[in-house]
């Protein structure tokens, strides 16, 4: 099989198969409100597509994965796909985690009583940022002496190669 062939085939199992798990209503034109079919989660079809979905992504990451090992990959584009990893759960924490947390945060500052959320100290986003900022300190300090041993090393050779 090609592998523009095989890629196209990729493409369309991502942005179908989704599409499919959807299915549960048509357009409707009238002005009145739409019936709202009740969608049973424990259909056959639906748990059959989320199996489908899970083996896809199975199959994909694990292939993504071992690529490695059996392909030609230049350094460059293993450190892209590395930091393209790194956005997707970065923007993940962020966009879904962040926000979650942030509304436990205030329920749980809101007095007994009060219907209202307080509007209380973003604790969330201030772990969050915290959080980062230990994990770079982490890498700067590994990273400052990950380099000093290498400068030693580096200068134990050249002081062998002089004797």
């Known amino acids: 099989m090609s592998r523009p062939l095989v890629f196209f085939f990729f493409i369309f199992l991502v942005l179908v198969v989704p599409c499919l798990s959807h299915g549960t209503g048509g357009d409707n034109v009238d002005d009145e409100a739409p019936h709202v079919k009740s969608s049973h989660l424990k259909s056959k079809s639906l748990i059959f597509v989320k199996i489908a979905c899970l083996v ?21 584009l293993l450190v892209l796909g590395t930091q393209f990893a790194g956005g997707v759960f970065l923007a993940t924490a962020l966009m879904h985690f962040l926000s979650d947390a942030d509304e436990t945060f205030r329920d749980l500052l809101t007095a007994e009583g009060e219907s209202e959320p307080s509007p209380a100290y973003p604790f969330a986003y201030m772990l969050a940022c915290a959080g980062f900022m230990i994990t770079m300190l982490a890498d700067s300090v590994i990273a400052h002496i990950y380099s000093k041993t290498q400068n030693d090393l580096e200068l134990l050779r050249y002081q062998k190669f002089l004797t």
Request: aromatic fraction near 24%; proline fraction near 5%; charged fraction near 5%.
């Open 56 to 76: 896809i992504i199975f199959v994909l990451t694990f292939i993504s994965g071992v690529s490695p090992y059996f392909l030609k990959w230049s350094q460059g």
